[in-house]
């Protein structure tokens, strides 16, 4: 556990090297949690979103501020959007990797979502390797409540 809050952790000015996330994200993961790296990791992200509740018009600054990459709203329907991925680190993985997995990142923006809307969301990644971009659908339960978050932290 950190000994610092989030919130610390939060504004500090650093962030780490690419190697080092791309050393861990992409050869070390999969290797340790074999045939269960895709749900782990999304799992993982709705961990890692639950204790950094931000409102949503922070959501795309916390992204890049835990380095996920650059996240863009593209369109929304009542029970379904839309957001792009990019920026270097997802080019990066895109382009050295065969097989990059951005499920981390889809449960980071479903749960943040969540705590924001109060209700169930699900994001599911879709890689368009020719654009080097992530497409993240995320759907709406709009039926079934869920708490949001009680103090969401300023960025």
Do not use: C, H
């Amino acid at each position: 556990m950190a000994k610092a809050s989030y919130q610390d952790l939060l504004t500090l000015p650093a962030t780490g090297p690419l190697f080092g996330q791309l050393a861990i994200r992409d050869l070390l993961l999969p290797d340790l949690l074999g045939v269960e790296t895709s749900n782990i990791l999304y799992w993982a992200g709705r961990a890692l979103a639950a204790k950094l509740p931000v409102a949503e018009p922070d959501i795309p600054a916390l992204f890049e501020k835990v380095g996920l990459g650059t996240l863009t709203p593209e369109a929304a329907k009542r029970a379904e959007r839309s957001y792009l991925l990019a920026g270097a680190v997802v080019e990066t993985r895109i382009q050295n990797f065969d097989d990059p997995d951005f499920r981390l990142e889809a449960g980071f923006l479903a749960q943040s979502l969540q705590q924001v809307l109060g209700v169930v969301v699900e994001a599911n990644p879709t890689i368009d390797r020719r654009k080097k971009t992530v497409t993240l659908t995320v759907v709406l339960d709009p039926k079934t409540e869920q708490p949001t978050a009680d103090k969401p932290i300023a960025l």
